[in-house]
């Protein structure tokens, strides 16, 4: 199975490095490329990769997103130093 062996992967720190650039879709070319090569011939990292996707999409539809009153916002900008 690619470069695992016994559950462990020779590349996991590369793949693990453009991961989140993977899933933010900031990921260059060239790093996509070797990510879908890589996640379709090792299955540590495939693994890795559906976890972290699946967890993100679990906090998105848990995180509640409520407008707040102009009043709190303008409090919030007025404690904000200016530079």
């Known amino acids: 199975m690619g470069n695992c062996t016994s559950g462990k992967c020779k ?13 933010d879709n900031e990921a ?4 996509e490329k070797f ?6 011939n090792c299955m540590v990292c ?4 559906n976890i972290e996707k699946q ?3 679990l906090i998105k539809t848990k995180v509640n997103h409520r407008p707040i009153s102009n009043d709190l916002a303008s409090q919030i900008r007025d404690r904000i130093p200016r530079m």
């Open 11 to 23: 590349d996991f720190e590369k793949f693990y490095s453009i991961l989140n650039l993977i899933l």
């Open 28 to 31: 260059t070319p060239d790093q």
């Open 35 to 40: 990510f879908k090569v890589h996640v379709q």
């Open 46 to 49: 495939f693994s890795h990769y």
């Open 55 to 57: 967890l993100r999409e």
